[in-house]
């Protein structure tokens, strides 16, 4: 019985992040991904052009996935309390669902373009600002101390919810609804 074709990007992609992830970007050929998906090497480029593109689509996946959802998250008419509590489960989803694709964001920057460099650190500051604008908002309203620094909370944080994509599996004891709201409650008053 011959093997089913992969028929979308998005398998290359995964595929290739569980490879980039076990043997490093640098030590993954697109051979050993169309061999890990189970076609030649002239259909994966038929799907992506180079290594370098699929590692920047994996990178970019991440970026639009937690941006999409902090935005969505941001522009409700919740509480501060509400959102932060929605973004940080946003965090630990993301991380859970996504493990390869974190763990290939920030171990794999140096083999991302100079270009792609600089969007993923603009993007980043972008979220830590967004998130320290959130913290403010919930010193105010009384959900956090006052006397901390939105941008030290901000990136405690992320720094917390990312770490969940180094230690989380499926098998683990705790959901990541159950981790994102321990993770909230560690924060807050």
């Not at 980043?124 to 901390?148: F, M, P, W």
Request: glycine fraction near 4%.
């Amino acid at each position: 019985m011959a093997r089913a074709r992969v028929t979308t990007v998005e398998a290359i992609r995964s595929k290739a992040a569980t490879l980039f992830e076990r043997q490093g970007y640098a030590k993954t050929s697109l051979e050993d991904i169309a061999k890990a998906v189970g076609v030649s090497k002239p259909t994966v480029y038929a799907y992506v052009g180079s290594k370098s593109e699929l590692l920047e689509q994996i990178v970019i996946e991440v970026m639009v996935t937690l941006d999409d959802g902090l935005m969505a998250i941001l522009d409700n008419q919740d509480s501060a309390e509400a959102k932060l509590r929605a973004s940080i489960l946003l965090q630990a989803r993301a991380a859970a669902d996504q493990r390869n694709y974190y763990q290939l964001l920030f171990s794999e920057q140096p083999d991302l373009s100079a270009a792609m460099q600089d969007r993923v650190n603009e993007w980043a500051r972008s979220i830590n600002h967004r998130y320290a604008k959130l913290i403010d908002q919930c010193r105010d309203e009384g959900v956090l101390s006052t006397d901390i620094d939105p941008m030290v909370a901000a990136n405690l944080i992320l720094g917390m919810m990312t770490s969940v994509s180094r230690w989380y599996r499926q098998r683990n004891r705790f959901s990541p609804e159950e981790i994102g709201d321990q993770a909230f409650r560690m924060i807050a008053l």
